[in-house]
């Protein structure tokens, strides 16, 4: 599965967990991370797993539970900033390292090992999308 420049973001969350339950293959990490130029250490980061266990995976094996569903997760905060940044995916790097004031002056990916995090960036993402963020 690629990663989709398309800008509908919702998901139903039942997917979601029947996907984290399958367990998502490794592949998924390059394939999201690529585009928008996270690095294998901020991945692992938000995956919580060390880089040395993701480096061993196959491309084909599959990432746990926890480290599934947080891929999911980004997956679908990915597609919530493509959606607020009309489809621009050259934005979405530079906006992953850029400080935000709601988040403390501490930019977005420093902050995505918790699932909260995921929560307020989408908060914020809404903000921006309606204006309201300045």
Wanted: glycine letters at 6%; a negative charge.
């Amino acid at each position: 599965m690629d990663f989709s420049t398309e800008t509908q973001w919702t998901v139903d969350g039942f997917a979601i967990v029947e996907q984290t339950r399958a367990g998502v293959r490794r592949a998924k990490v390059d394939e999201l991370a690529c585009p928008v130029g996270l690095t294998d250490r901020e991945m692992t980061r938000i995956l919580n797993i060390s880089e040395r266990t993701l480096h061993r995976l196959r491309p084909d094996a599959h990432l746990d539970c926890n480290a599934s569903e947080r891929l999911l997760l980004l997956e679908v905060l990915l597609k919530h900033r493509l959606d607020v940044f009309d489809g621009r995916a050259d934005v979405l790097g530079r906006c992953s390292n850029d400080s935000l004031l709601e988040l403390r002056q501490q930019a977005p990916v420093k902050l995505l090992d918790t699932e909260t995090v995921f929560s307020l960036v989408h908060t914020v993402l809404g903000r921006i999308k309606h204006g309201v963020y300045a």
